[in-house]
């Protein structure tokens, strides 16, 4: 399989096959981070603009980090700074861009739909890095990849994700990448951040924890969204916490060798307690470090590349 598409907009719409691709790419560019230099010149001469509307640590360091280990020249366009204060639009802002000869555009926007926006207009490469509560595709790509590397296998897994599901495009941008990979996805949190209508994804909803978490091979944690929930969705953080957080005790009745997965930022104390997110079966920090090569990936691609087998020769 080789990859054709200019944008990554999302995970719903890429095959089994472009997942795979970018994951086997990423798994190439990992082994070139591990080399004495790091850098290859696949993006020599390029552009990429971090277009960040919303705040980030991690995606928008590690597609920069990406960026300068692929040699491409990076921007990062602080919106707080920009003439999106004095009323730009997004489309003048973007296209502004591309005139000053941005060959690939990140953008992390509040608005469902934002990159898919921007792809209709714009000659562009495109990436999203999050819209609104609608997908985070490189972060479920990071997340695969990291199942993939210390389970051997994504097929067959049973993969919980646990907490703010219905604001969560962390949650639906792994649902289509594991549901399309084989795995089987169940879903919990208080009801009103889960609903049932996901079960018409193909996902296993319930609202018991313990049940959710005694067969899982992995449990992704993830924490409240409350920049975008418009009410109070549960009494409160205490009560989330000693209803659905992961504690030491419900630890105990997962299987020994269950993985602990969370995108960050971490809440400690609420979905997850502090003991567990630095424990053994963490792997927290681990998916950070594989968001680098899969970034790497997605850049390479995006800008041309096929797959894995031009690595090597980038
Ligand atoms: N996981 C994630 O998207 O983290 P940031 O918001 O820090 O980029």
């Known amino acids: 399989m080789s990859w054709k598409r200019k944008d990554l907009l999302d995970i719903e719409s890429l095959t089994p096959e472009e997942i795979i691709t970018v994951l086997d790419t990423a798994r190439a560019f990992k082994a070139v981070g591990e080399r004495a230099i790091?850098?290859?010149?696949?993006?020599?001469?390029k552009t990429v603009v971090n277009l960040f509307i919303e705040p980030s640590t991690r995606t928008r360091i590690s597609f920069e980090?990406?960026?300068?280990?692929?040699?491409?020249?990076?921007?990062?366009?602080?919106?707080?700074?920009?003439?999106?204060?004095?009323?730009?639009?997004?489309?003048?802002?973007?296209?502004?861009?591309?005139?000053l000869n941005a060959d690939i555009i990140i953008?992390?926007?509040?608005?469902?739909?934002?990159?898919?926006?921007?792809?209709?207009?714009?000659?562009?490469?495109?990436?999203?890095?999050?819209?609104?509560?609608?997908?985070h595709p490189t972060q479920a790509l990071l997340d695969t990849f990291t199942i993939l590397e210390k389970k051997g296998?994504?097929?067959?897994?049973?993969?919980t994700i646990l907490g703010d599901i219905l604001y969560s495009r962390v949650a639906r941008?792994?649902?289509?990448?594991?549901?399309?990979?084989?795995?089987?996805?169940?879903?919990?949190?208080?009801?009103?951040?889960?609903?049932?209508?996901?079960?018409?994804?193909?996902?296993?909803?319930?609202?018991n924890v313990e049940e959710a978490i005694a067969d899982a091979d992995i449990i992704n944690l993830l924490r409240i969204q409350h920049e975008r929930?418009?009410?109070s969705m549960f009494p409160s953080l205490g009560e989330y916490s000693s209803l659905f957080g992961l504690n030491k005790k419900r630890l105990a009745l997962t299987k020994p060798d269950a993985l602990?997965?969370?995108?960050?930022?971490?809440?400690?104390?609420?979905?997850?307690?502090?003991?567990?997110?630095?424990?053994?079966?963490?792997?927290?920090l681990?998916?950070?470090?594989?968001?680098?090569?899969?970034?790497?990936?997605?850049l390479f691609l995006v800008n041309g590349g096929k797959g894995p087998q031009e690595v090597g020769v980038a």
């Open 38 to 45: 790091k850098k290859v010149p696949a993006l020599r001469g």
């Open 65 to 99: 980090l990406a960026a300068q280990r692929l040699t491409a020249d990076v921007i990062n366009f602080t919106a707080e700074a920009s003439s999106l204060k004095k009323g730009e639009t997004l489309k003048d802002t973007a296209r502004n861009l591309e005139a």
């Open 107 to 135: 953008i992390r926007h509040s608005a469902t739909g934002a990159p898919h926006f921007l792809s209709r207009f714009l000659k562009s490469s495109v990436v999203n890095a999050g819209d609104g509560a609608h997908e």
């Open 153 to 159: 296998k994504i097929a067959g897994l049973n993969v």
């Open 173 to 207: 941008s792994n649902i289509w990448a594991l549901l399309k990979l084989g795995a089987r996805v169940t879903l919990c949190g208080p009801s009103t951040l889960v609903p049932k209508v996901f079960e018409q994804m193909g996902c296993r909803v319930t609202y």
């Open 229 to 231: 929930q418009r009410k």
């Open 260 to 284: 602990i997965m969370h995108p960050g930022p971490i809440n400690r104390g609420v979905e997850i307690d502090s003991e567990i997110a630095d424990c053994g079966r963490s792997v927290i």
């Open 286 to 298: 681990e998916q950070v470090t594989n968001g680098l090569a899969v970034r790497m990936a997605v």
